[in-house]
């Protein structure tokens, strides 16, 4: 998948959350995960961006655990913020 692909652009705009935080961890997951993800994660990460921003926000810093559902993709965004 090239940058000009459309679906990126889409989410590159869903992921900017209006958090400072927010945005830097999903859009670090676009960065480095997304151009090697099937489609099955790029699905996935897709369906997580139509989560509201508390519940993001709480299974991103570990205040919550996340729905099964995102709990690997979770696990990805969060080792981004260790590096």
């Known amino acids: ?12 705009w869903r992921a900017r959350r209006g958090t400072r ?4 961890l ?3 997951w676009l960065d480095r995960h997304y151009a090697g993800a099937d ?9 997580l961006l139509g989560e509201s921003d508390p ?10 655990d996340p729905s099964p559902r995102y709990a ?7 080792a981004l913020d260790r590096v």
């Open 1 to 12: 998948m090239n940058g000009d692909d459309p679906r990126l652009g889409r989410l590159r």
């Open 21 to 24: 935080e927010l945005d830097r």
């Open 26 to 28: 999903l859009g670090a």
């Open 39 to 47: 489609e099955a994660r790029r699905a996935e990460f897709d369906a």
């Open 55 to 64: 519940d993001l926000w709480d299974w991103l810093t570990g205040h919550l």
């Open 72 to 78: 690997a993709i979770i696990d990805e965004i969060r």
